[in-house]
Nanobody, 124 residues
């Protein structure tokens, strides 16, 4: 079993920044690829970013390149999503996911474990 818990969400003004965290328990994350996804009200879940098991390879959705950065600290069993220059359209529930294959993947169905998500609201 792998349990994932997201934190760091909240209300931020347009142009502001947030850092989301995904903390794991039950297993070490060092052998898992990790991804972040988001789902806005009335919209489908979409891929945001992914990082491979070692942290050496990352991938981003085209829409967020340059705005966000995914990173991991395997010693802390935690994955991060740094989000800058936030816009109202970034408002969504952000969820992290773990892939036991250790891949960088933008496909949600390839992930084996999911957190419950943390709300990010960008509003003035």
């Amino acid at each position: 079993q792998v349990q994932l818990v997201e934190s760091g969400g909240g209300l931020v003004q347009p142009g502001g920044s947030l850092r989301l965290s995904c903390a794991a328990s039950g297993r070490t994350l060092s052998s898992y690829g990790m991804g972040w996804f988001r789902q806005a009200p009335g919209k489908e879940r979409e891929f945001v970013a992914a990082i491979d098991r070692s942290g050496g390879i990352t991938a981003y959705a085209d829409s967020v390149k340059g705005q966000i950065t995914i990173s991991r600290d395997n010693a802390k069993n935690t994955v991060y999503l740094q989000m800058n220059s936030l816009k109202p359209e970034d408002t969504a529930v952000y969820s992290c996911a773990a892939d036991r294959a250790g891949w960088v993947s933008s496909r949600g169905y390839e992930y084996d474990y999911w957190g419950q998500g943390t709300q990010v609201t960008v509003s003035s």
